[in-house]
């Protein structure tokens, strides 16, 4: 289960730049132009997680497989893009499909890259997108509410999402996004074949100057400030530092490069942290001699449903867990020293399932 993330933003704000740093299968053309990306691209990017690589220490399997993001560049919305301006009915289709938004926002001043907006405003560049995407909403809850309002006179079933329907088309009609609106779980599934842009859960990227990559600058603190009743993240970062980051292949040159910028760690590392935390994903690991594997799973998971990422089967032949908390097995340094101390668990059907867990099944074929 790989999540998927696309990223947003108005034109030449740095998008393409931080695909080409996050992917790691495909580049996109990163270029001075309005719609230099014409279909979406999707790169595949490596989960960073130093517990991994400490299990496999112990281990020493015959590979390591870290679980993955899937990122999907779309082009830059325009203002308008809800009606059809620019390429917006196509991309706005993309965004859809995703599972959380990630919104690069320009803070940095640079009069060799064209913007349409005029002076830089980082707040008013969030608003235009959030507009479009508010506008794109409402015209989909518009079209759904007519037709159930129809149905809602002879089907009493129907009354609960013809009230949902209602709540959001006064949201949007505020000029509020979905996400804000304190929505039950109940309350989603009666609009879930909607996919509403504004209820995806929103990081944002504030792309700043060299010099403002650490402490952030004037604009990235103005957009930190506009968004901080949104339960939403801000990560400051200069995209193409990370850019340059990404394509060195020796460790040693890219800990100096580091080392230079006084990094500890690339901030695309804190961005995938973010974006797993905005979305209450969990990792856990399979270990053994053939692979030590990161699994994705939801925050609330129960065994039967963390097995089925490996396989439905695993899932439908459900009998039990073997645990082993990560902590454990680094303290004790294998599973059978683990068994030996009574630090592996049998678990069952209603175990639910910890961030960390080292996991094997027992299943029926």
């Not at 933003?9 to 990306?37: E, M």
């Not at 400490?54 to 497989?65: G, H, M, Q, S, T």
Request: proline residues 3%.
């Amino acid at each position: 289960m790989a999540l998927q993330a696309g990223i947003v933003g108005l034109p030449n704000v740095g998008k393409s730049t931080l695909f080409n740093a996050v992917s790691s299968s495909a580049k996109a053309q990163a270029s001075n132009y309005r719609f230099c990306t014409i279909d979406p691209n999707v790169g595949l990017v490596d989960v960073p997680d130093p517990r991994l690589n400490k299990l496999a220490e112990f281990v020493k399997p015959n590979r390591i497989v870290p679980t993955q993001i899937e990122i999907v560049d779309i082009a830059g919305l325009v203002r308008g893009a809800s009606k059809g301006e620019g390429l917006g009915n196509k991309f706005l289709g993309n965004i859809r499909e995703v599972d959380a938004i990630i919104h690069v926002v320009r803070c940095f001043e640079d009069e060799n890259i064209l913007r349409d907006e005029g002076a830089i405003n980082p707040v008013s560049d969030k608003e235009i997108i959030e507009t479009e995407l508010q506008l794109k909403d409402l015209d989909s809850v518009e079209r759904k509410l007519s037709k159930t309002e129809k149905l809602a006179r002879t089907d009493t079933k129907l009354k609960h999402e013809l009230d949902v329907l209602l709540q959001c088309k006064a949201q949007l009609e505020k000029g509020k996004s979905i996400r804000e609106l304190g929505l039950t779980k109940d309350d989603k599934s009666t609009i879930a074949d909607l996919f509403l842009l504004t209820d995806k859960p929103v990081l944002y990227v504030a792309n700043v100057d060299e010099a403002s990559m650490h402490t952030g600058n004037k604009y990235s603190a103005q957009l930190i400030e506009a968004v901080k009743n949104e339960d939403a993240q801000v990560i400051i970062m200069n995209n193409n530092i990370e850019a340059q980051i990404a394509e060195m292949d020796n460790p040693d040159d890219k800990a100096l490069f580091m080392e230079e910028y006084k990094m500890e760690e690339p901030a695309l590392d804190r961005l995938i942290h973010s974006a797993y935390k905005l979305l209450n994903l969990y990792t856990y690991f399979t270990a053994g001699v053939q692979e030590v594997r990161a699994w994705t799973i939801h925050q609330g998971w129960k065994a039967p449903a963390a097995a089925s990422v490996i396989h439905t089967d695993f899932e439908k032949g459900f009998i039990k867990a073997e645990v082993i908390a990560y902590e454990d097995f680094i303290s004790y340094g294998s599973e059978a020293a683990c068994r030996e101390a009574g630090k592996l668990r049998i678990e069952g059907k209603d175990y639910v399932v910890k961030d960390g867990d080292v996991m094997h099944f027992r299943f029926n074929v």
